[in-house]
């Protein structure tokens, strides 16, 4: 299995500032995704992260407002951009095992926007 | 596109007791996978069970089943003995994987709306 962390776990930040998340795996991985929860929903693929080329983003969702870096086989960052209330959510990584049966997900990031 | 559906937003069940919480799906797809995660209020996804599509047999975990009817794209999740740390938001989800032969490659997941479980002591 894949042990995932994210930092910040939680953060609260001003409408119109911006926000980088982390996501660090213990092993190597080709894929990252990042998952959007709002307050009281479901998940939401928010983008696929691979290593060495720009990530792609799932209809609603776009660079400008996501950027994401995937520097190496073991890191991902997602920043949220020019904050509102709206983006206030917990952000997931997730990451796939050897096996399409595995898929891990880090414990998330607690984002208020006031 | 495939979609996930859960129609029971909550549901409650004595401590003890069994309890099927529904999920259905739509695809065309013939080769595929399904999930039953849990969400505790810690927010940490924790993977509760998994089925291959192309398995028959429906996959058991200790207290946890699901019965998979592949024909009417249904998977429900069976939980006996309830415990109150069952007690968690369970959501179902849906992987189609993908071509890619790169090893260790991840699928995205396709997540239904969850339902609410609270075990009664």
């Known amino acids: 299995s894949a042990v995932i962390s994210q930092k910040p776990s939680r953060d609260i930040c001003q409408r119109g500032t911006s926000l980088t998340i982390q996501c660090q795996v213990d092993s190597q991985v080709t894929m990252m995704f990042w998952y959007r929860q709002q307050p009281g929903q479901s998940l939401t693929l928010i983008a696929t992260?691979?290593?060495?080329?720009?990530?792609?983003?799932e209809s609603g969702f776009v660079i400008d407002k996501f950027p994401i870096s995937r520097p190496n086989l073991t890191f991902s960052t997602l920043t949220v951009s020019n904050m509102s209330p709206e983006d206030s959510s917990i952000y997931l990584c997730?990451?796939?095992?050897?096996?399409?049966?595995?898929?891990?997900f880090g414990p998330g990031t607690r984002l208020t926007v006031l | 596109a495939q979609t996930v559906t859960q129609s029971q937003p909550e549901m409650s069940v004595q401590e003890a007791e069994t309890v099927t919480l529904s999920c259905t799906y739509d695809?065309?797809?013939?080769?595929?996978?399904l999930f039953w995660y849990k969400q505790p209020p810690s927010r940490q996804m924790i993977l509760v069970i998994r089925q291959e599509a192309y398995k028959q047999q429906n996959a058991t975990e200790n207290r946890f089943s699901v019965n998979f009817q592949k024909a009417a794209k249904s998977f429900s999740l069976k939980i006996s003995d309830s415990q109150l740390g069952d007690t968690a938001m369970y959501f179902c989800?849906?992987?189609?994987?993908?071509?890619?032969?790169?090893?260790?490659?991840?699928?995205?997941?396709?997540f239904g709306s969850g339902t609410q479980l609270t075990v009664l002591p």
């Open positions: 992260a691979n290593q060495g080329s720009e990530a792609t983003y």
């Open positions: 997730s990451v796939g095992g050897a096996s399409p049966r595995e898929q891990f």
């Open positions: 989800a849906f992987m189609k994987p993908n071509s890619s032969r790169v090893s260790g490659s991840a699928r995205q997941l396709t």
């Open positions: 695809t065309s797809e013939n080769n595929y996978y």
